[in-house]
């Protein structure tokens, strides 16, 4: 039985003369937090939207949740959940209103979002707030809703691109928590981040640069392989040596 939910090989994605990602290969493991790092124009964004079934790799293949991502990716679509820097959110629309959309489009019934709708307020600790619009609740209540949202259907895998841009330290420690959580259950979380603390946190990293995925390993493994002590200082010095901004 493979224990991959992700499965790359030779991936490769280009616009006319300009390579995006080039020949990259990596597989996830079922249930693992796994950071996916880069400088901006290193290439993550283009490889996530190939993984998430929303762009056609020029060449290679691979399979998440163990669909073809080159000829399945609408199953791969209904398997995956997926936040973004932004949160992924409607601020004119209230906690409520945004779960009982985001539950249709994941094909829920009504009865289901109805009974997930009120536990997930209840465990968020903003049942009295599901009335008020979203943009008036504050930055770190907004990223726990939108987290818990993209999850709703209990994805096998959930894609969380830069999801704790602008939030405190504190809220950033309780975001993890719920990640940590998340993985406990069995879905598999992968994870785009600048702050290089968070990256600790993570099973595995891969660390990419000039659309090539420099190294992969544990944490621990990448320190030791570059004679480093933070995560930090292992990026600072694949970063500086790449040829794109």
């Known amino acids: 039985m493979n224990e991959n939910i992700i499965d790359i090989k030779n991936l490769t994605k280009k616009f006319g003369a300009f390579t995006a990602v080039n020949n990259i290969s990596f597989s996830v493991k079922k249930g693992e937090i796994f950071g996916f790092l880069g400088a901006n124009g290193a290439g993550k964004s283009t490889a996530i939207k190939m993984l998430c079934g929303l762009s056609r790799p020029t060449s290679g293949n691979g399979t998440v949740a163990g ?9 791969i ?17 209230t906690p409520m209103e945004n779960i009982t959309l985001f539950g249709g489009i994941y094909g829920l019934k009504r009865k289901d979002i109805a009974n997930k709708a009120s536990t997930l307020l209840e465990n968020l600790g903003i049942a009295d707030k599901s009335k008020q619009l979203v943009q008036s609740l504050p930055l770190g209540e907004k990223q726990k809703l939108a987290f818990s949202i993209s ?7 959930v894609f969380l691109d830069e ?3 602008g939030v405190d330290p504190s809220s950033r420690r309780k975001f993890w928590e719920m990640i940590y959580e998340t993985a406990s259950k069995g ?20 660390i990419m640069a000039d659309g ?4 992969l390993g544990s944490p621990q493994e990448l320190k030791n392989n570059y004679m480093a002590t933070s995560i930090d200082e292992v990026f600072r010095k694949i970063a500086t040596k790449a040829i794109r901004n």
């Open 67 to 75: 669909f073809d991502i080159l000829c399945e990716y609408e199953q």
């Open 77 to 93: 679509k209904s398997r995956i959940g997926y936040m973004s820097q932004k949160f992924s959110l409607y601020d004119d629309l």
């Open 151 to 157: 999850i709703l259907h209990n994805p096998q895998i």
């Open 163 to 165: 999801p704790t841009g």
């Open 187 to 206: 879905i598999t979380v992968f994870v785009t981040t600048h702050y290089m603390e968070e990256a600790e946190y993570c099973d595995r990293i891969s």
């Open 212 to 215: 090539e995925i420099k190294t």
